[in-house]
């Protein structure tokens, strides 16, 4: 969303911090048996993404109770195996980075 132009610094930086948070705290609780997973919960149509409000049905935005029950799904299907993971719940696939 941000190719060729920038912008947003704060929420990207923010959001790569978190990730990485997750993935140390996969790492210190893995061996006490805790999966820690990183969870995208998709496009959501909340407030917080109105500003995209045109594009909500071309780039298949959800209700939010839809997309908690992606999220939902995910935490009760995915174990110790996938500790650590980044998964985008709207298609169950993990996101590299």
């Not at 610094?9 to 048996?33: I, T």
């Not at 995209?52 to 299907?77: Q, T």
């Amino acid at each position: 969303q941000n190719a060729g132009k920038g912008g947003d610094y704060g929420h990207h930086m923010s959001r790569a911090a978190c990730n990485m948070g997750q993935v140390l705290l996969s790492e210190e609780v893995k061996d006490m048996g805790y999966p820690v997973l990183l969870l995208h919960p998709g496009f959501n149509k909340t407030e917080m993404t109105k500003k995209y409000e045109a594009i909500w049905e071309i780039e298949g935005a959800v209700d939010p109770s839809v997309g908690a029950k992606r999220v939902l799904y995910e935490v009760i299907k995915n174990g110790m195996e996938e500790t650590g993971a980044f998964i985008n719940c709207e298609d169950g696939l993990r996101i590299p980075w």
